[in-house]
């Protein structure tokens, strides 16, 4: 079971993993050695997935990013809907994906170097693809907000 100093240790660390335990000591009131000590913990349980580097507009602002809603197929079977699943989990350019309630059943996010690689992507992945009935694709024009981060209640 997580305690609050878990929490308070996860907020802080979703936001800056690079902080050292002396640093996260600062905020949360332990010392740096039992805050490592429950970094490897909260880490080697799951509750800490991955940790990665979030990459500056300098490098991503001229990609071209887009939305697609994928409706399937009703006749859809289960190793169908399994096959595609798993192409757009393998597909580099496919950022998220997350099935979804309504008249879509999926919500992607492709993240291309242009709109070639968009194009050859969509066609690769989803219109031949016979699971995939129809797709609507919506282009990103800015990043208004982009925050990943879920705040625990300590």
């Keep these: 079971m997580l305690d609050r ?3 308070a240790l996860l907020n802080l660390v979703q936001r800056d993993d690079s902080r050292t335990a ?11 050695s039992a805050i ?3 970094l490897r913990r909260l880490r080697s349980q799951g509750w800490i997935a991955r940790t ?3 990459l500056g507009p300098r490098l991503t602002q001229n990609r071209l990013r887009a939305i697609v809603l994928v409706q399937l197929s009703e006749h859809a079977d289960r190793q169908g809907k399994a096959a ?4 757009l989990h393998a597909a580099d350019e496919v950022q998220f994906c997350y099935e ?3 008249p879509h059943d999926f919500v992607l996010l492709f993240d291309c170097a242009s709109m070639d690689d968009f194009n050859s992507c969509a066609e ?8 995939v009935r129809r797709y609507e694709t919506h282009f990103v024009k800015r990043e208004v907000k982009f925050d990943p981060f879920v705040e625990l209640q300590t």
């Design 84 to 87: 595609l699943e798993k192409r």
């Design 100 to 102: 979804i309630a309504g």
């Design 36 to 38: 490592a000590r429950r």
């Design 5 to 7: 100093f878990d929490l």
């Design 124 to 131: 690769d992945l989803l219109a031949s693809t016979p699971t």
């Design 52 to 54: 990665l580097a979030l």
């Design 22 to 32: 002396d640093s996260l000591a600062e905020d949360v009131p332990l010392s740096p």
